[in-house]
């Protein structure tokens, strides 16, 4: 950042302008609304700012700049046609410690003046530190559209109650949670439609009631496979709601990324044996946090309800009766599938589609591998790194060919992802060789030899 965005306070305060043309009457007029004491220093002023003049409590002195002007000044702009002057003036204010803007010339300013949205008290102010102003005001346009005028209405009766809710309740997620509830629900809808009147009498009565409110919510949201253009608009929505985020291994920095920046975030592992929190304690922890009256998060890899053990998290909600809303995700086997060029099914290939997982046990994978082995079936292997060479083994036991295609994704749909291409008798090795590393999918069947045909997209791995 170039330059530091903060609002300043100039009520009263002695704002000297240097200049009697078109740019520094607009200045002027923004330095007017925010009430400062305006001084106009130009030998010749234009039509601008004798209107200015006018209608304000404006003093312009017709006569050139003398560095006596900045005594006692807050910031002064430079705005005269002569860019010698202008430095002039600005070392000077420099000197004194005065801000100093110079137009049209970011290099020379210790500040520099916004594209302002004016939705008195509610104010954006947007900068391109002097790079496009023109692009600030295009965005400054944008928003205007957005952000209806009776923000600034709403934006006042929060502040009329602002005290009020404070001794009310507490700092914290209960606090919050009732002014998003405001802001966000019917009450300000009804400020929006200009029932102000009813607006406050709601807000009143919102506050005399305010302890409903106290229980939080659990939200079980899949955060897909580590694209985070992947992500849902709910789940999207929820993350910038939390209070608190439970994560772990598989949730990729850049969905991270993505969380409201001061919800709190608990790392609770899972990486194969070595879990920082055992499963009993993640649901406990969700109770607790939901019983404090928290909006607690908790983000999976992938869709929670496929190999994430969501159903028995929510069954401790459910038994401890705590709120909670299931948002599901792209499972790992569709992103990487996608990703990596691979149909799931096709008419020629595979009818059926079977998501398994390889965990390996005691030197096993447990699996009804006589059915596993049908005929044109893509079968997709969570959690089977480890257990490759056990999975590759046991299907060409069980009756599938040793140059059945097979493919190993690792990191899909992330800028890291690899795929690795084999056969059941050799992407084991291609596996070692490669030194492949956790997450991996494996995806086995006709449809893996598809993907030479369907690379549609360069660098796909
Ligand atoms: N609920 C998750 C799966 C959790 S089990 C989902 O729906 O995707 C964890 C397994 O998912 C990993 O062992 C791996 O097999 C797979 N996985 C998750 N994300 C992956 C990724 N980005 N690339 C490859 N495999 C992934």
């Known amino acids: 950042m170039e330059f530091f965005p903060l609002f300043l306070r100039l009520q009263g305060e002695r704002c000297l302008v240097v200049g009697g043309g078109e740019v520094a ?15 106009v220093v130009a030998p010749e002023t234009g039509t601008d700012i004798s209107a200015l003049e006018e209608q ?49 010339d970011p290099d020379a300013c210790s500040f520099i003046m916004p594209a302002i949205l004016d939705r008195s008290p509610m104010v ?21 559209s957005l952000i209806p ?91 910038q709601k939390a209070d608190v985020v439970l994560h772990d291994r598989l949730v990729s920095p850049a969905v991270l990324q993505l969380v409201r920046r001061d919800a709190e975030r608990i790392y609770v592992g899972k990486a194969r044996a070595c879990h920082a929190l055992r499963q009993q304690e993640i649901n406990a922890l969700l109770v607790k946090l939901a019983r404090e009256g928290k909006r607690a998060l ?40 996608a990703y990596a060029g691979i149909p799931l099914t096709h008419r020629d290939h ?47 036991e069980y009756g599938l060919p040793e140059n059945t295609p097979a493919a190993l994704i690792e990191q899909g749909t992330t800028p890291q992802q690899r795929v690795l291409e084999g056969t059941l008798a050799t992407l084991p090795e291609i596996a070692v060789q490669a030194e492949a590393r956790a997450p991996t999918l494996l995806i086995v069947g006709g449809v893996v030899k598809l993907r030479g045909q369907l690379r549609w997209f360069e660098g796909a791995d």
């Open 298 to 337: 908790r983000l999976k890899g992938g869709d929670p309800f496929i190999f994430g053990r969501g159903g028995e998290e929510i069954e401790t909600l459910a038994e401890n009766g705590i709120p909670f809303q299931v948002v599901p995700g792209i499972t790992a086997a569709s992103g990487c599938a």
């Open 350 to 396: 595979a009818r059926s589609c079977v998501f398994v997982t390889g965990h390996l046990k005691d030197g096993n994978v447990n699996l009804a591998w006589d059915r596993l082995v049908a005929r044109d079936q893509t079968l997709v292997f969570y959690m089977s790194l480890v257990g490759l060479p056990v999975i590759a083994e046991k299907l060409v």
């Open 149 to 239: 005028a009776s923000y600034g209405r709403l934006a006042r009766l929060a502040g009329d109650f602002r005290d009020a809710v404070k001794t009310h309740l507490p700092a914290g997620p209960a606090r919050r949670h009732f002014w998003e509830q405001v802001l966000e629900g019917p009450i300000a809808e009804l400020v929006h439609g200009g029932r102000e009147d009813e607006a406050r009498e709601q807000l009143q009565h919102a506050l005399a009631n305010a302890d409903d409110l106290a229980t939080g919510e659990v939200y079980l949201v899949g955060a897909g496979p580590g694209d985070p253009d992947l992500l849902t608009f709910r789940a999207l929505r929820l993350m």
């Open 25 to 39: 009457a607009r200045k002027t007029e923004l330095l007017l609304k925010a009430n400062a004491q305006v001084v």
């Open 124 to 144: 954006a102010a947007i900068s391109s530190s002097g790079a496009s102003p023109l692009l600030a005001r295009a965005l400054r346009a944008r928003l205007e």
């Open 56 to 104: 304000n409590s404006l003093r312009v002195l017709r006569r050139s700049f003398v560095t006596e002007d900045l005594d006692d000044c807050r910031i002064v702009i430079a705005a005269t046609a002569d860019g010698e002057l202008n430095h002039r003036i600005a070392d000077e204010a420099g000197e004194r410690n005065i801000l100093v803007n110079v137009v049209d």
